[in-house]
T-cell receptor, first 114, second 112 residues
């Protein structure tokens, strides 16, 4: 059974640009959650999508947005990038919404903002 | 303010030297507490869920316990392969927004 995949694995952008990250969940999983991980703040919850609807949202500015497609694949977009957005972005999938005890994480996308 | 704090930040053990990691929390309403393990370059891997004070879960050399204010991850006779960052997270009640808050983790190094 294939795991959660994230593309790209590494990304370098400059301030002011925007970026789109992609996450393909495990087959049969309908929930996808996104997280930001930095050395200073640790792992922070961004948002969760289930059946194409945002079900949960963390405390991030509106520059961070996401969506989910009918095949459960999800994308996360960050507009007007800032230096502080440099981080490892992780997605996790589960069968059900809010099922954090059943989440499987992907390897992450390492975003560097110059 | 809802907060999760893990201690110590880093821990170095000799193989076979048992110890405990701490996760303390001050939250408005606890729905569940989770422990994860994260290896370098990888996403976190789920270990345990605890829901109520007094609950305990075990898996191989790991045992997680929960009180009303904190959780412990006990590591018995650790091996070098137990080296990783251990994260705890709490899920809060909050109507439609079941917030998930992570601690910053404990970096465990087990030396042979």
């Amino acid at each position: 059974k294939a795991g959660v995949t994230q593309t790209p694995r590494y990304l370098i952008k400059t301030r002011g640009q925007q970026v789109t990250l992609s996450c393909s969940p495990i087959s049969g999983h309908r929930s996808v959650s996104w997280y930001q991980q930095t050395p200073g703040q640790g792992l922070q919850f961004l948002f969760e999508y289930f059946s194409e609807t945002q079900r949960n949202k963390g405390n991030f500015p509106g520059r961070f947005s996401g969506r989910q497609f009918s095949n459960s694949r999800s994308e996360m977009n960050v507009s007007t990038l800032e230096l502080g957005d440099s981080a490892l972005y992780l997605c996790a999938s589960s069968r059900l919404a809010w099922a954090y005890n059943e989440q499987f994480f992907g390897p992450g996308t390492r975003l560097t903002v110059l | 303010e809802d907060q999760v704090t893990q201690s110590p930040e880093a821990l170095r053990l000799q193989e076979g030297e048992s110890s405990s990691l701490n996760c303390s929390y001050t939250v408005s309403g606890l729905r569940g507490l989770f422990w994860y393990r994260q290896d370098p370059g990888k996403g976190p891997e789920f270990l345990f869920t605890l829901y109520s004070a007094g609950e305990e879960k075990e898996k191989e050399r790991l045992k997680a316990t929960l009180t009303k204010k904190e959780s412990f991850l006990h590591i018995t006779a650790p091996k070098p392969e137990d080296s990783a960052t251990y994260l705890c997270a709490v899920q809060l009640y909050g109507g439609a927004t079941n917030k998930l808050i992570f601690g910053t983790g404990t970096l465990l190094a087990v030396q042979p």
